[in-house]
């Protein structure tokens, strides 16, 4: 389970899990999803992530989405479109 620090309000210190998919870049994916009060990545971040955008492509079935720190699964998509 995730610690919350009390004072560091709604940061959660948890490291992200190794070898992200795609490519993804750890440092940012720590920075997004544990010491952050404002806003994500830069709009387009995945755009540049070349094998995100190869498997989209290629797939033909819904992709899944997983929680950085956890490995949960947060998202199925597209579905239904």
Request: hydrophobic share 35%; proline share 6%.
């Amino acid at each position: 389970m995730p610690t919350v620090i009390p004072k560091l309000s709604s940061f959660i210190i948890s490291p992200v899990q190794k070898n992200l998919r795609w490519d993804c870049d750890t440092k940012k994916a720590d920075e997004i999803c544990n010491f952050n009060r404002h806003y994500a990545e830069f709009s387009g971040y995945f755009e540049t992530r070349r094998k995100f955008k190869e498997e989209a492509l290629a797939s033909t079935s819904p992709m899944k989405f997983f929680d950085s720190n956890t490995g949960k699964l947060l998202f199925t998509a597209p579905i239904g479109r």
